[in-house]
């Protein structure tokens, strides 16, 4: 599922960063940051990596502590980097499936996610590996940033997802042609409004950014604080003439809230010609889209004058008859097929007294979640997280998706919404305890926990109809078997031995049919 990638070089001139939309030759200069300070945009801004806190203009990068729990830290050993791009986080782990960091979310609430990459030759390598990136369990993307940063550029991805539950992951995991250690330089997962992009069935999608530009314009990215969710608002002109709009809009007055900056200038043409675009530059994958595009008539506000026109992408109809006024107006399409090159044709009304014009325009693949891990198993799952120690790294970030990169001796079905099988972490060196919530893993078949360091009571676990095999021998578990586990059914393994129960062996175990039950090196009366 390919998506586009932005990127920008990292040298670090005053605090101006220089962005292009897509990798080219050519760059335009971002805005420096504003002179009166103007609070963040709510959400996260993580500088993984370093050790403390660093400031890019108005924003403040938080260190990575506290949001991962593997990984090393380095120092990228070049002069006048920007401070968010002179450290990353990289993870030479090579038996970890996934390595994830996880924040605290609102479930249903959207948020912009961004993840940052330069490479800096942090590992005494020539190119930087090519590895995979999820956001929960939906694979988003591969990760090759070797021609940007062959060209000195850093790389950067971003989507809109929505909450699922109570954390959000973002994760990268190795692929069969990763030859070194994967790394992030930076993370981002802003906040948006509730109108934001509400015309999308996040349940079931997460949106790719592919371009988001103001069209008409030369030089300065536009973004935060002009962008109060911090968006890249690239600039975009071609041969058609530019023209300036002389009044702004309100962003509140826009469902997706794009700044008035963005709208500022547009690319138009003479009165009675039709306006041609061929935007975004690149070429498309056969896929579904979201497209929005931005309009605003560059005169006055009057009563007396009106800029209407037809909008149609690829030869279609995309809206009949729509009047650009001066407060704004967006189109939009929220599940459009789009393949190969993309061009926008504005034909304007007879009786309009001037010529077509269009602001901005932003497009986004559609993205299909990779499932969805029942809830009930996930947080009974990162309660057992919270409750171990010394857990293999992979252990965090959705238990059973991708299908490819679920935790380390877990196992799950194959149906939607996924249910945790199977738990195999034996001789592991584990410690901690059970928490009583395991029992809510009402699909697990087989417990395997043997010759770890484990202790506490054993959790009631009569709930787990399907458990076939319980092994949680030599450990120093304590306390004593529970009456109700008669009521497994399908159990025909229960390996309690070399632990420090105490008590009595329930009967309805040791008359069990067909029960391989293991009980010596306890305390038993």
């Not at 782990?93 to 924040?103: G, M, S």
């Not at 999608?205 to 371009?211: C, D, I, L, P, Y």
């Not at 962008?227 to 509140?252: K, L, T």
Request: net charge neutral.
């Amino acid at each position: 599922m390919p998506s586009r990638i932005a990127s920008f070089p990292f040298f670090l001139a005053s605090v101006v960063v220089v962005v292009t939309l897509f990798p080219s030759s050519s760059s335009q200069q971002a805005p420096a940051p504003a002179a009166v300070p103007v609070p963040q945009a709510k959400g996260f801004y993580i500088s993984c990596g370093s050790g403390k806190d660093v400031q890019v203009g108005s924003i403040n990068w938080a260190k990575d502590e506290g949001f991962t729990a593997v990984g090393n830290a380095s120092a990228i050993n070049k002069p006048h980097l920007l401070p968010v791009l002179a450290t990353l986080r990289y993870f030479p782990d090579a038996t970890a499936r996934k390595y994830c960091y996880q924040l605290p979310v609102v479930k249903g609430t959207r948020y912009l996610v961004r993840t940052t990459y330069f490479y800096g030759g942090f590992d005494g390598g020539k190119e930087p590996p090519v590895f995979d990136q999820i956001v929960d369990g939906t694979l988003w993307s591969a990760v090759n940033t070797t021609d940007n940063y062959r060209h000195g550029m850093s790389t950067y991805f971003e989507m809109v997802a929505q909450g699922q539950g109570r954390t959000m992951s973002v994760c990268l995991a190795r692929r069969p042609d990763t030859k070194s250690s994967p790394f992030i330089s930076a993370l981002e997962v802003i906040d948006l409004a509730d109108s934001m992009y509400n015309t999308t069935d996040f349940g079931r999608f997460v949106m790719s950014t592919v371009a988001r530009n103001r069209f008409g314009s030369k030089g300065d990215i536009v973004s935060y604080p002009d962008d109060p969710y911090n968006r890249y608002w690239a600039p975009f002109a071609d041969a058609n003439p530019m023209v300036e709009s002389h009044s702004d809009i309100s962003p509140d007055d826009f469902w997706n809230q794009p700044p008035a900056k963005a709208l500022k200038a547009g690319v138009t043409t003479s009165r009675g010609k039709k306006l041609t675009v061929q935007w975004p530059t690149t070429e498309l994958p056969a896929a579904t889209y979201y497209v929005a595009l931005y309009f605003q008539d560059s005169r006055s506000a009057s009563p007396f004058s009106w800029r209407v026109f037809d909008v149609a992408v690829n030869g279609k109809e995309f809206f009949r008859g729509l009047n650009a006024s001066a407060a704004g107006v967006m189109v939009y399409s929220s599940m459009m097929q789009l393949s190969g090159k993309t061009e926008i044709l504005l034909t304007p009304n007879e009786t309009s007294p001037v010529g077509p014009l269009i602001n901005a325009g932003e497009i986004y693949q559609i993205v299909p979640l990779g499932g969805r891990t029942a809830t009930r198993d996930v947080v009974a799952m990162e309660d057992l997280a919270s409750s171990l120690k010394n857990l293999p790294p992979d252990w965090a970030g959705d238990p059973c998706l991708p299908q490819k990169h679920s935790w380390t001796g877990v196992e799950c079905s194959q149906e939607s919404p996924m249910r945790v099988l199977s738990l195999d972490l034996k001789n592991h060196g584990l410690s901690g305890s059970l928490p009583d919530s395991i029992a809510n893993l009402t699909g697990m078949k087989t417990i395997y926990l043997s010759g770890n360091n484990l202790s506490g009571p054993i959790p009631d676990l009569s709930s787990m109809h399907t458990l076939t095999a319980v092994r949680l021998d030599s450990n120093h578990f304590s306390g004593t078997i529970k009456p109700s586990m008669e009521k497994l059914v399908n159990l025909k393994e229960l390996y309690l031995n070399y632990n420090n129960l105490t008590g009595k062996i329930p009967d309805g175990l040791k008359n069990k049919a067909g029960l391989d039950l293991r009980t010596e090196g306890n305390k038993f009366e």
